[in-house]
């Protein structure tokens, strides 16, 4: 079945420095990548679609120039948090969909990587 | 305004003990339904997709059920392995995807 790797898996950082979060697609190609954010006990809120060869789609709210995402080949997509805060401390999920399969429209997870900013 | 509830918020269960996980939603057409289990620290694993009312998937000891505006997520016989917060999540026909906040299931030995 399709695979999403996500990189790296946990990373605390000091206030002020930038972080990149890689998520790769391992069998398969995905122009469409997602990126989540997710709270502690709540649920999973959509951050931004990542588009291969174009600029992402922010949801309202989300700072782009905060979160820059860059989607450079068919099977990657980077999340960078810019000068990173203790308030950007999360657990952030990428998704992809793989269009082979005949649920095409399942959505297959990263593992996550939990930031924690000092 | 599209949304997805779940409940309850979290649930524990002796093993053995079988119950049910409710996933109600309102959208504005639905492409299809899908449940995940989510282990702590990890990303959201696929379960089961229902794409119409009256539709059931079954996996092991899980079932999950789909009517026009709820599914269940049955749970039979559980085991302290099923221990894991249950997120379900609805596809609009805009393709946008709306997750619940998860059931947080406990199975006590």
């Known amino acids: 079945g399709a695979v999403v790797s996500q990189h790296p898996s946990w990373v605390i950082c000091k206030s002020g420095t930038s972080v990149k979060i890689e998520c790769r697609s391992l069998?398969?190609?995905?122009?469409?990548m997602f990126w989540y954010r997710q709270f502690p006990k709540q649920s999973l809120m959509l951050m931004a679609t990542?588009?291969?060869?174009?600029?992402?789609?922010?949801e309202q709210g989300v700072e782009k120039d905060k979160f820059l995402i860059n989607h450079a080949s068919l099977t990657l997509s980077t999340l960078t948090v810019t000068s990173a805060h203790p308030e950007d401390s999360s657990f952030y999920i990428c998704?992809?969909?793989?269009?082979?399969?005949?649920?095409?429209?399942?959505?297959?997870f990263g593992a996550g990587s939990r930031l924690t900013v000092l | 305004e599209d949304q997805v509830t779940q409940s309850p918020e979290a649930l524990r269960l002796q093993e053995g003990e079988s119950s049910s996980l409710n996933c109600s939603y309102t959208?504005?057409?639905?492409?299809?339904l899908f449940w995940y289990r989510q282990d702590p620290g990890k990303g959201p694993e696929f379960l089961f997709t229902?794409?119409?009312a009256g539709e059931e998937k079954e996996k092991e000891r899980l079932k999950a059920t789909l009517t026009k505006k709820e599914s269940f997520l049955h749970i039979t016989a559980p085991k302290p392995e099923d221990s894991a917060t249950y997120l379900c999540?609805?596809?609009?026909?805009?393709?946008?995807?709306?997750f619940g906040t998860g059931t947080s299931l406990t199975v006590i030995p």
């Open positions: 999540a609805v596809q609009a026909f805009g393709n946008q995807f709306y």
């Open positions: 959208v504005s057409g639905l492409r299809g």
């Open positions: 229902l794409y119409s």
């Open positions: 069998d398969f190609q995905a122009t469409t």
């Open positions: 990542s588009n291969e060869g174009s600029k992402a789609t922010y």
């Open positions: 998704s992809a969909r793989d269009q082979r399969l005949p649920g095409a429209n399942v959505l297959t």
